[in-house]
């Protein structure tokens, strides 16, 4: 069966300090990766998405970036965090080129942003 | 940019009661969906219904859709206070999911 994993599951960081979250995925091979952002009490925004190793979509302008070393793996970074960086972080994925329709969540990452 | 609006933001009920949770979007659409989220966690699939498709069932579960309102609901029948949680829309279009911003249902026991 498929899982998910993210880490580390809560996060607490300076202002101006880098970032690295971290989601892999078992159980599946060329899986759809996507980044989702979740501010508290509200919906969640796509960040980036993945149809491949080395290939990354960005969806709004922001200070993160995503990177997908292997075909499993798949990274957000940011060089400097700003407080609006705060959130919870969602990884998910789906196969299928077009995808299929219901994606696969992971467990989230808190990250809190001082 | 948030395509769904879900109604109501917040619902309070007794366990045994009903939970309706309304969506409405603005595009056209291939499918939507209901996401569930307990607090503090990832979010799980509930529900497809497609495009074509005005209602569907699942257990205690049943969406309605309508295109030409561009709404859907959610009905949860007979609650539980393991119902409680945050409960998301979501349409599916060009291989993109757009999130509502959810309905946080509370069942008190």
């Known amino acids: 069966s498929q899982t998910i994993h993210q880490w580390p599951a809560t996060l607490v960081q300076p202002v101006g300090s880098p970032l690295s979250l971290e989601c892999t995925v078992e159980g599946t091979s060329n899986p759809n990766l996507y980044w989702y952002r979740q501010a508290a009490g509200r919906g969640l925004q796509l960040l980036f998405y993945?149809?491949?190793?080395?290939?990354i979509s960005s969806e709004v302008p922001q200070n993160l970036s995503a990177s997908r070393p292997q075909d499993r793996q798949f990274i957000l970074s940011s060089k400097k965090l700003l407080l609006s960086d705060s959130g919870f972080y969602l990884c998910a994925w789906d196969v299928g080129d077009p995808p299929q329709e219901t994606q696969y969540f992971g467990p989230g990452t808190r990250l809190l942003v001082l | 940019s948030q395509q769904g609006e879900e109604d109501p933001q917040a619902l309070s009920i007794q366990e045994g009661e009903n939970a309706t949770m309304n969506c409405s979007y603005k595009?056209?659409?291939?499918?939507l969906q209901w996401y569930r989220q307990n607090s503090g966690r990832g979010l799980v699939h509930l529900i497809l219904i497609r495009s074509n498709e005005r209602e569907k069932h699942s257990g205690r579960l049943r969406v309605t859709l309508d295109t030409s309102k561009k709404s859907s609901s959610l009905l949860i029948t007979a609650s539980r206070a393991a119902d409680t949680a945050s409960y998301f829309c979501a349409t599916h279009r060009w291989g993109k999911l757009i999130f509502g911003q959810g309905t946080e249902l509370s069942v008190k026991p």
């Open positions: 595009t056209s659409i291939n499918n």
């Open positions: 993945s149809v491949g190793i080395g290939q």
